[in-house]
């Protein structure tokens, strides 16, 4: 029995050693430069080889959404989760965040099964685990995605200050920008100066990205053109004052967050201090602390206890944290 027991949790661990390969496993750069040079050929190529090569290349991906049309549909709002992901400016699919979340569930159900826990419990962690890792990792990368981005913006502004005052139009100074600028305000820059190649107004391609970034500062630098082209006035100008405003805006969030940092950190200590001391006394003493999953009244406590500590956790969250 005990042989065939590890031989499950080795099949177990190999599944999911290969769902989370799957899903953090990134794109092939050979693949996307041969897809780009597919791309090429349908549109200059001989027309019937176009044609064909365009309609494979349509059912190969049709196949490939496959796992996407899954995920959306066991996923709830996937739109929601689409565009968390776009925002990361990686190219992460549902499919393979579902995938990431399926192997994380598994792998620790797993794991604590193995170390002798309760079926219930390893099945509630592991959803916690599934359900909120991902989650975090991808709040994570958003939000260094948008600090390297509010860093950097104040700058490409200036340049496009400098830029007009040279006599260069706003379209133009937008391309210069998207090609000086390095990180994430030059991948947006570049996608707005794109779409407005093909055809899109200049205003509806800033919504766009002002609607997929969600920062008050792109928003701002939006409703300025936005007001500017109504109105009229010089733009520089106006431009060159909203710079200034943003890096004040930047040393503000800077000095709070420094005057916060001493009641985040006993906030943090204080959160975690009781999950600390569950895991070290579980991993001294199984047996003592096993009781919680077994007798009521103790499960009833644990509930309670948790229920407050999430509404002390939530309180220090909303008084150390403030908006600019």
Same mark, same amino acid.
């Given at each position: ?25 990134? $794109?092939?750069?050979g ?6 040079m597919?791309?090429?050929?349908e ?13 494979? /290349? ?25 565009? /968390?992901?776009?925002m ?29 826990? *309760? ?6 962690? &592991? ?9 975090? @990792? ?23 200050? /400098? &830029?007009?005052?040279?006599?260069? *139009? ?8 998207a090609?000086?600028?390095?990180? $994430?305000? &030059? ?12 055809? /899109? ?14 920062? *008050? ?6 409703? +300025? ?12 100008? +106006? ?7 943003l ?6 969030r ?31 003493? $199984? ?11 103790l499960? @009833?406590?644990?509930?309670? &206890? ?19």
């Amino acid at each position: 029995m005990s042989a065939m027991m590890m031989i499950i949790l080795a099949v177990g661990l190999l599944g999911t050693l290969a769902m989370l390969f799957m899903g953090l496993k990134g $794109p092939s750069a050979g693949k996307a430069v041969k897809r780009r040079m597919d791309v090429i050929k349908e549109r200059h190529g001989d027309v019937i080889a176009g044609a064909a090569q365009a309609q494979i /290349r349509k059912l190969l991906e049709k196949r490939q959404s496959k796992i996407e049309g899954y995920a959306s549909t066991l996923i709830p709002k996937p739109a929601l989760l689409r565009k /968390r992901l776009e925002m990361t400016g990686r190219e992460i699919s549902l499919g393979r965040y579902a995938l990431v979340s399926i192997g994380l569930l598994v792998a620790v159900i797993v794991l604590m099964m193995f170390k002798g826990a *309760p079926l219930i419990l390893a099945v509630m962690f &592991g959803l916690f685990v599934a359900l909120g890792l991902p989650h975090l @990792v991808i709040g994570k990368m958003i939000k260094r995605r948008i600090a390297k981005f509010t860093v950097n913006f104040p700058d490409a502004i200036e340049l496009m200050v /400098r &830029g007009l005052r040279s006599g260069l *139009p706003i379209t133009e100074t937008l391309g210069i920008v998207a090609s000086e600028i390095g990180g $994430p305000v &030059g991948i947006e820059f570049r996608a707005v100066a794109d779409k407005m190649k093909i055809g /899109r107004t200049m205003e509806s391609a800033l919504q766009e990205t002002a609607d997929r970034l969600a920062t *008050p500062e792109f928003q701002f630098f939006v409703i +300025t053109l936005a007001i500017q082209r109504e109105t009229g006035g010089n733009l520089a100008e +106006t431009l060159s004052n909203l710079a200034d405003v943003l890096r004040k805006r930047a040393q503000m969030r800077l000095k709070i967050r420094a005057m916060s940092s001493e009641s985040k950190a006993s906030a943090y200590i204080v959160g975690a201090l009781p999950f600390v001391v569950f895991t070290l006394v579980w991993m001294i003493n $199984p047996g003592y602390i096993g009781k919680f999953f077994v007798d009521q009244r103790l499960m @009833v406590a644990g509930l309670g &206890g948790l229920c407050w500590m999430s509404i002390g956790a939530f309180i220090m969250a909303k008084m150390v944290n403030f908006e600019i």
